[in-house]
């Protein structure tokens, strides 16, 4: 360490710092980089004033500016709704049979019915659609209740046995272990399980009992009837499995599967863009509405393209779009 001094070559006082004989001279730091620092010493006091910044006990201040980055999310999100308005209003003033006809109305349809099925039926249909047992494959064209898209709609609209929905699709096959005997059930169960193999339903004495008993729902043939949710007995797809166990099991206690109502909670413009998706995943049948009731259902809401239709849910209302990020495409 050597005294402060005055440089011989520079005329400048140095520092005092020495190393090894060289030395530090103390020049004034340059103007540009002092004023920058003031500059930035000013910014700061301003930038606290107009934006959040100090942490506080609960939160922090709020700046004069009431900027947040909550409120600019939701801007982009309200902007990103706006951009959807115009398809969701698409689709419902067409039939749900003739969005199809319009390909970019469609796309929408399908993307928007993706990510709500993430996020609303997954949990039961699995990621894929692909069903487990009692949740119904939704990829193949074995249809419980009819798979021309507006059988499809109005499953989801109201759902299927649930005492949320009046309309609710119903039926109820009856608990056969209350009527008939232990070795009947096993007959039948033995008779169900073979009738994918090409046995006549109404043969020998299971057939008998089949006759009396099963064929009034799933009919002479044994292939279902969709108006009723009757499975078809005879295409080796089983909802509650094929072995002799779960055969009787089912024969025994009859079958009671429940699906939530979707079309007050999500609105029918979600609704439509999930039929859409659900129809187009492979297994969807062309064509008009199947059952009666499905068309009135359709007449009255299509006669309504302004409203969300008699379920009451209101597709304007961006609360009932929680996905808009996810219907953009960017997963
Ligand atoms: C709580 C579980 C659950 C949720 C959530 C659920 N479903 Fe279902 N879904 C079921 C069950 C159970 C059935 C079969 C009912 C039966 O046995 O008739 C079904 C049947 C269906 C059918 C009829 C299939 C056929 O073969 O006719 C469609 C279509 C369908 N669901 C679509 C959806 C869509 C779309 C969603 C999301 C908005 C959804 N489900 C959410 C349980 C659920
Ligand atoms: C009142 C109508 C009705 C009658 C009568 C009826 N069923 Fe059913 N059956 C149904 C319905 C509806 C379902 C589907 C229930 C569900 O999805 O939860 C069903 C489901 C089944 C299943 C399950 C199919 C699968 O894919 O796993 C079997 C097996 C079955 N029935 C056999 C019978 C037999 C055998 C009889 C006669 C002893 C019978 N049913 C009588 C309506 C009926």
Redesign the pocket.
């Known amino acids: 360490m050597s005294e402060k001094r005055i440089d011989d070559v520079t005329g400048t006082e140095t520092t005092g710092h020495n190393w090894d004989g060289i030395e530090e001279l103390n020049n004034p730091l340059p103007r540009w980089w002092l004023w920058t620092f003031y500059a930035c010493i000013l910014f700061s006091v301003v930038y606290t004033i107009f934006f959040p910044a100090w942490p506080l006990v609960s939160g922090a201040t709020q700046g004069v500016l009431g900027w947040s980055t909550r409120g600019e999310v939701a801007r982009d999100i309200a902007q990103i709704d706006e951009g959807q308005q115009q398809y969701r209003e698409g689709l419902l003033a067409v039939d749900v049979h003739m969005i199809r006809d319009n390909e970019e109305l469609q796309n929408y349809a399908v993307q928007a019915g993706a990510a709500l099925f993430r996020n609303n039926c997954s949990q039961c249909h699995g990621s894929g659609a692909a069903g487990a047992v009692g949740y119904p494959n939704l990829l193949d064209d074995d249809w419980?209740w009819g798979g021309r898209i507006e059988d499809i709609a109005y499953t989801i609209r109201h759902g299927i046995r649930n005492e949320e929905d009046p309309d609710a699709r119903f039926?109820?096959?009856?608990a056969?272990g209350e009527m008939?005997t232990e070795g009947e059930i096993a007959g039948?169960a033995r008779h169900?399980q073979s009738l994918p193999d090409g046995t006549d339903p109404l043969s020998g004495p299971a057939g008998q009992?089949?006759a009396d008993?099963?064929a009034?729902?799933?009919g002479d043939d044994a292939q279902g009837d969709p108006e009723?949710?009757?499975?078809d007995?005879t295409d080796a797809?089983?909802?509650?499995?094929s072995d002799i166990a779960s055969?009787e099991d089912?024969?025994s206690r009859?079958?009671?599967?429940v699906m939530p109502p979707w079309g007050e909670r999500l609105g029918e413009a979600n609704v439509r863009s999930l039929a859409a998706y659900v129809h187009q995943l492979g297994g969807g049948e062309a064509g008009e509405p199947r059952s009666e009731t499905n068309v009135e259902e359709q007449i009255g809401e299509g006669d309504v393209p302004e409203g969300a239709g008699p379920t009451g849910g209101d597709p304007s209302d961006p609360d009932q779009v929680p996905f808009p990020e996810e219907a953009s495409g960017t997963d």
């Open positions: 419980l039926s109820q096959m009856p056969f008939l039948l169900v009992l089949f008993n099963c009034t729902c799933h009723i949710g009757a499975p007995l797809i089983w909802l509650y499995g055969l089912t024969i009859g079958p009671f599967g």
